[in-house]
């Protein structure tokens, strides 16, 4: 049985069974964006690079935007921002890469360690 405040007509209890129901959907869909935990990894594919320090990873045929954790690269406008992303580019983009997160940052991305899962340990590729 749903209790309604008090003094709540029939047209107002449709309108309260409505906006119950945008609170349930509104809820689920807040706990759905949320991002990796930290400590959690997951392995996809580089399929884009927003700039020197943001990669998007593709995994289960969905991107997840991830900060490099520890890197501070210049933004794509400021001085060099276009060579840090290329840099980062040329070393990830289209690459299978393992992430172990270390939470969100400010924004709502996944910040994490991206592992390249092709490049033998200790060898750069620069």
Not at 1 to 6: A, C, E, I, L, V
Not at 32 to 47: C, K, P
């Amino acid at each position: 049985m749903t209790h309604y405040p008090f003094g709540v007509s029939s047209a107002s209890k449709a309108s309260w069974r409505i906006t119950k129901i945008r609170v349930a959907v509104w809820s689920c869909s807040l706990l759905l964006s949320v991002g990796v935990q930290a400590g959690d990894s997951f392995t996809g594919r580089v399929v884009g690079v927003t700039d020197g320090d943001t990669i998007k990873v593709l995994v289960d045929k969905r991107e997840i935007k991830v900060r490099l954790y520890g890197i501070d690269c210049p933004e794509s406008k400021q001085a060099v921002g276009t060579k840090a992303k290329k840099f980062t580019s040329n070393l990830a983009f289209g690459k299978p890469v393992t992430v172990q997160s270390k939470g969100e940052d400010r924004d709502g991305r996944a910040l994490g360690y991206v592992m390249l899962t092709d490049v033998a340990p200790g060898l750069f590729h620069g």
